[in-house]
């Protein structure tokens, strides 16, 4: 697999190494080898079943919390194995924040305690800290002036969309170096949509961002690389106005230009 | 062809006809028979009730020679093993729940027989659980946990009494063992129904699993835990068979948690046979109102507790 032009010699945030994972008996992901470069988006697209969001899912070592499930080979963050067995996956996620398909706000806390909800436990307990990381986290979600005068309500009385900016300043709010996006947009309605590929182009600047989606004018509206999956299998992996124009394999191309999927 | 509108399989057709009937005459019934009990026990009652008014309730004496029959010891034995019963019970029950619903995930086959068995402890039938109690538990708690509670805490008057074994305590004990059963399986019923999604988030932020299970799994099932633990409790004010082997039957006001005493149920079950004259017999049948409004008050209780608890919205910052 060569790697794109643009990438040569870049240092990536994430590596994976003959990464394999699956339930019992099952792989769902065959071997994965691919480099994630730093502050850029980078999009995994595939068709339903293809191990893209089982993917994601062993970057931050959710994978393992299902029950039957397994993990191979080697997943390295700058550098380190985050499956190493010296490796706490708790200190694993502390760095990777993840946004949900479905939004998932704490219905029982406010919107304030929401989105400090990583910071108090990360033991925070200073108010200003964390009024100061509320706003940010809010501001940098694009939903401060949405809510800022009902800070109190809880996290549940928002729209879908309100709610899925919600998760994403709560993922902000831990200052993650990687955001993990399991289809962040599948269960809003356009105009939100368009509100999270907005700011997930804005979050690049300091994050790297790894976005799943079966969405393909999605992929190409916010990602800088795409990679497609297939059959727990990286197909191909390349700037994304360049795998949409030029498709390297055959599977790719017939799958763009929706022969299959 | 087009189809009629004015089919023949309307809502008035005979199976909605009789499904409606039956139903509503079932809900009907239940409400009924609520309130005959009511009356039944507030008629039955009358001639205590206007002997002896509110002191009934307030006074500590039952004595059949004079004919006062007050049962202000046996509400407080009531309150007192039922509270015992809960403090000792619902961490216990909480804890297997959690164990049940979220550390034993990867074991489906080990959990469920567990659980199985946790729900076999409900249905040993009381006066199995009273008769263990008399003659293992009992004798336990007089040799072991007494004395040591005596040592310890007998500066306070709870515990300041003579071992005997047959008292509050031990009785608080016994409801408590017979209340786990049906906290942790209705609770773990509950965690079960705690959606995946928040525990990931929760996980996603860097939690560990008792970070996890404290801060999303327990908050968003807080008001069916409450619903369990309100069930376990109604089981302790409601049980007499276990109780009255083990409390001492004593109908004068216990003086600390190792005294023998008294329950609502245990007063009518113990004195049933001693009722001679129209007015123990009316105060007998009061005993019953007094648990019948008791339980009640709980449940009225608890029902507004949840609803403010489901209500409120707003949180502070």
Partial sequence: MSLPASLIGVQPKFETKGLKAGFKSTWVLNGIDIKIPPNRVTAVMGPSGCGKTTFVRCLNRLHELTPGAVVEGEALLDGEDIYDRNTDPVAVRRRIGMVFQKPNPFPTMSIYHNVVAGLALNGERNKKKLDHAAEQSLRGAYLWDEVKDKLTDSGASLSGGQQQRLCIARALAVEPEVILMDEPCSALDPTATAKIEELITQLKKDYTIIIVTHNMQQASRVADYTTFFYLGKMIEFGETADLFENPKEELTERYITGKFG | ?317
């Avoid at chain 2, 509108?5 to 009924?32: F, H």
């Avoid at chain 2, 004798?139 to 047959?166: S, V």
């Avoid at chain 2, 007094?290 to 919205?313: E, G, H, K, P």
């Fill in chain 2, 1 to 317: 062809m087009t189809a009629s509108l004015k089919g023949s399989r309307r809502s008035g057709s005979n199976g909605d006809l009789i499904l409606k009937t039956v139903v509503g005459a079932a809900a009907i019934g239940i409400v009924a028979l609520l309130i005959g009990l009511g009356i039944e026990l507030t008629s039955g009652s009358w001639l205590s009730i206007k002997t002896f008014g509110l002191g009934f309730i307030t006074g500590s004496t039952w004595n059949s020679v004079t004919d006062t029959y007050n049962v202000f010891p046996a509400v407080i034995g009531t309150l007192t093993a039922s509270a015992l019963a809960l403090l000792l019970g619902l961490p216990i029950g909480l804890g297997v729940a959690i164990f049940l619903s979220e550390r034993a995930k990867g074991m489906r086959a080990g959990a469920s027989a567990l659980g199985s068995l946790v729900e076999l402890l409900a249905a040993v039938p009381s006066v199995i659980y009273g008769f263990w109690g008399l003659a293992v538990l009992a004798p336990f708690m007089r040799d072991y946990i007494e004395p040591t509670l005596k040592t310890y805490l007998g500066f306070t008057q709870l515990f300041n009494a003579t071992p005997i074994g047959t008292d509050l305590l031990t009785a608080g004990v016994i409801l408590a063992i017979m209340i786990i059963p049906t906290i942790s399986a209705v609770s773990r019923d509950i965690l079960n129904a705690v959606p995946d999604s928040q525990r990931e988030a929760m996980y996603s932020l860097g939690a560990t699993d008792w970070e996890v299970v404290r801060k999303a799994v327990l908050p968003y099932a807080r008001s069916g835990i409450f619903g369990a633990t309100i069930l376990g409790l109604g089981r302790a004010v409601g049980e007499t068979m276990a109780v009255t082997f083990v409390i001492g039957n004593n109908i004068n006001l216990p003086k600390s948690l190792l005294s023998p005493g008294a329950t609502l149920t245990t007063l009518i079950v113990n004195q049933f046979g001693n009722t001679f004259d129209p007015l123990s017999e009316a105060a007998l049948v009061e005993v019953g109102l007094v648990l019948f409004l008791l339980a009640l008050v709980i449940n009225i209780l608890a029902r507004v507790l949840v609803w403010r608890m489901t209500r409120s919205t707003r949180f502070r910052v």
